[in-house]
């Protein structure tokens, strides 16, 4: 490299060096801060595997028995599916309704903003 830059060739590149801030300073800092997360989420988690596992293991338990329906529970979520697929359903043709009403609409203002005589305009 050219000697402006503050070294000559073959040897190595120094630290950077800015009058007034010590980098070393900065970086202690923010190793002390790293470690201290890293010890505190180390910590929070072994104690939410402490506590969490026996919730686990009893949801997993129980699991079973909360989809034990009756006939009533079928009836009412059978009916609710069906109902369901019907809005959806309903809600798609509509959709396409509309978005075929307003494409007419958007070339019908397109072709009155262009004035052309009534031979040349498209009968919609």
């Known amino acids: 490299m050219s000697p402006e830059f503050g070294?000559?060739?073959g040897t190595p590149p120094q630290p950077l060096k800015s009058p007034?801030?010590?980098f070393s300073s900065i970086i202690d800092v923010i190793q002390l801060y790293w470690n201290s997360l890293l010890l505190y989420l180390t910590d929070t988690f072994i104690a939410l595997q402490k506590s969490e596992s026996k919730r686990v293991v009893n949801f997993l338990e129980n699991l079973p028995d909360s989809f034990c329906f009756n006939d009533f529970q079928w009836k009412l979520l059978k009916t609710f599916s069906i109902l369901f697929v019907i809005n959806l359903?309903?809600?798609v043709v509509v959709w396409k309704i509309h978005a075929t009403l307003r494409e007419i609409e958007e070339l019908k203002a397109s072709v009155s903003k262009l004035k052309l005589p009534k031979e040349h305009t498209p009968r919609i």
Do not use: A, E, Q
């Open 7 to 9: 070294f000559k060739r």
């Open 20 to 22: 007034g801030i010590d």
């Open 89 to 91: 359903l309903l809600i």
